[in-house]
C-alpha cells in the first residue's frame, strides 16, 4: 500500500531536469548511444509517469475519505436518533443498496494523440521504496533489473487485498504482505556485479528523487557514482572494478547508517573518494583471493 500523499499532485510542477542541480543524474543516462538531451527525456518521461500513478492515487484518496466521512456521519446521526416505528435500525432498501455498492476510482483525462514513454523505469518493491522513504539502508539489489522483475512477479501472484501481522513498537498491526517483507532472492552490494551496480544506481536516484530527499544527498550520491565509474583504478589490473564495488557496497551502507543517527550531527561527503580507505579494501581483498587460491 503506497504511503497517503500530502500535496496535491496535480498542482505538481515539472523538475526543471537542464538545471545544474541535475547534472549528475544527467550524467549518469548519458552514454555512446544516449546524448544528454535523451536523458533529460528519461527523466522527464519517469517523473511524469510517477506524478500520473500519484494522480490516480490522490483521487481514490480523496473518494476514500468522502465514503469515510460520510459513514461517519451516518454512525453519528444513528446514535442521536432513535428508531422510529419500533423498526430497530431498518433502513430503506435503496439506501442500503447505495451502501454497499463501492464507489468507482475517478479516470485521469485521455491524452488522445499521446502515446506511451520511450523507456520503462522499472519499479523496485514497496518494501524497498518504504525503507528508502525512511531514510533507512537498502540493498541496491532492489534496484537492479532482477530485483524490479522480482517484485513485479511477486505482486502478479500476490493479491492486492492479502495482509499479514506486522509489529511496530508495541502495536501489532494488518498491512499488505507485499510491503512487509524483503526479498528471499536479495543478494549484498558486495556480491553484485558492475553492471547491475551500474543500473541499479540510477534507479535508486531516481526514487530518491522521487520520494522527496534533499537535492544536495542526492547529488553527493550521484557524483560518489561518477567518481567510481571513472576512477583510474578501473584501469589497472585485472580487479579494478571488483575493488570498488566492494569499496561501494562499504562506504554507501555507512552513508546510509550516519545519515539518521542521533548521536552524530554531520554525514561525510560520499562524493571523495577515500584513496587510504580503497587502498585498504583493495589490500584485502588480495589476501582474501590468495587465501582462497592456497586453500585449493
Known amino acids: 500500500m503506497a504511503a497517503r500523499l500530502t500535496d496535491d499532485p496535480n498542482r505538481a510542477k515539472t523538475p526543471d531536469y537542464t538545471s545544474e542541480a541535475f547534472t549528475p543524474l544527467r550524467a549518469l543516462l548519458t552514454t555512446e548511444d544516449r546524448t544528454e538531451e535523451d536523458a533529460i527525456q528519461i527523466l522527464t518521461a519517469t517523473w511524469r509517469d510517477e506524478i500520473n500513478r500519484k494522480k490516480q492515487q490522490w483521487a481514490q484518496q480523496l473518494e476514500e475519505d468522502r465514503l469515510a466521512e460520510e459513514a461517519r456521519r451516518r454512525e453519528q446521526e444513528e446514535r442521536q436518533e432513535p428508531p422510529q416505528d419500533g423498526r430497530q435500525g431498518e433502513q430503506p432498501l435503496e439506501e442500503q443498496q447505495h451502501r454497499a455498492t463501492p464507489a468507482k476510482p475517478k479516470l485521469n483525462a485521455l491524452a488522445t494523440g499521446t502515446t506511451v514513454s520511450n523507456v520503462r523505469m522499472p519499479r523496485p518493491s514497496s518494501y524497498a521504496l518504504k525503507r528508502l522513504?525512511?531514510?533507512?539502508?537498502?540493498?541496491?539489489?532492489?534496484?537492479?533489473?532482477?530485483?524490479?522483475?522480482?517484485?513485479?512477479?511477486?505482486?502478479?501472484?500476490?493479491?492486492?487485498?492479502?495482509?499479514?501481522?506486522?509489529?511496530?513498537?508495541?502495536?501489532?498491526?494488518?498491512?499488505?504482505?507485499?510491503?512487509?517483507?524483503?526479498?528471499?532472492?536479495?543478494?549484498?552490494?558486495?556480491?553484485?556485479?558492475?553492471?547491475?551496480?551500474?543500473?541499479?544506481?540510477?534507479?535508486?536516484?531516481?526514487?530518491?528523487?522521487?520520494?522527496?530527499?534533499?537535492?544536495?544527498?542526492?547529488?553527493?550520491?550521484?557524483?560518489?557514482?561518477?567518481?567510481?565509474?571513472?576512477?583510474?583504478?578501473?584501469?589497472?589490473?585485472?580487479?579494478?572494478?571488483?575493488?570498488?564495488?566492494?569499496?561501494?557496497?562499504?562506504?554507501?551502507?555507512?552513508?546510509?547508517?550516519?545519515?539518521?543517527?542521533?548521536?552524530?550531527?554531520?554525514?561525510?561527503?560520499?562524493?571523495?573518494?577515500?584513496?587510504?580507505?580503497?587502498?585498504?579494501?583493495?589490500?584485502?581483498?588480495?589476501?582474501?583471493?590468495?587465501?582462497?587460491?592456497?586453500?585449493?
Open 133 to 296: 522513504e525512511k531514510y533507512e539502508y537498502i540493498d541496491l539489489w532492489y534496484f537492479t533489473e532482477e530485483g524490479c522483475e522480482d517484485a513485479l512477479r511477486f505482486n502478479q501472484s500476490t493479491a492486492s487485498d492479502t495482509y499479514t501481522l506486522a509489529k511496530l513498537d508495541d502495536t501489532v498491526s494488518l498491512r499488505p504482505i507485499n510491503a512487509a517483507k524483503a526479498s528471499r532472492n536479495a543478494i549484498s552490494d558486495e556480491k553484485l556485479t558492475w553492471r547491475q551496480m551500474s543500473i541499479a544506481k540510477t534507479a535508486l536516484l531516481h526514487h530518491m528523487t522521487e520520494l522527496g530527499w534533499d537535492v544536495a544527498y542526492v547529488r553527493a550520491l550521484a557524483s560518489f557514482y561518477v567518481a567510481l565509474e571513472s576512477h583510474p583504478r578501473r584501469r589497472q589490473g585485472t580487479n579494478g572494478d571488483r575493488v570498488l564495488l566492494l569499496y561501494q557496497a562499504e562506504v554507501r551502507r555507512e552513508w546510509f547508517q550516519q545519515l539518521t543517527q542521533e548521536r552524530i550531527q554531520t554525514v561525510f561527503d560520499i562524493s571523495i573518494i577515500n584513496e587510504e580507505r580503497l587502498r585498504r579494501i583493495d589490500e584485502a581483498s588480495y589476501i582474501t583471493e590468495r587465501d582462497q587460491v592456497m586453500l585449493r
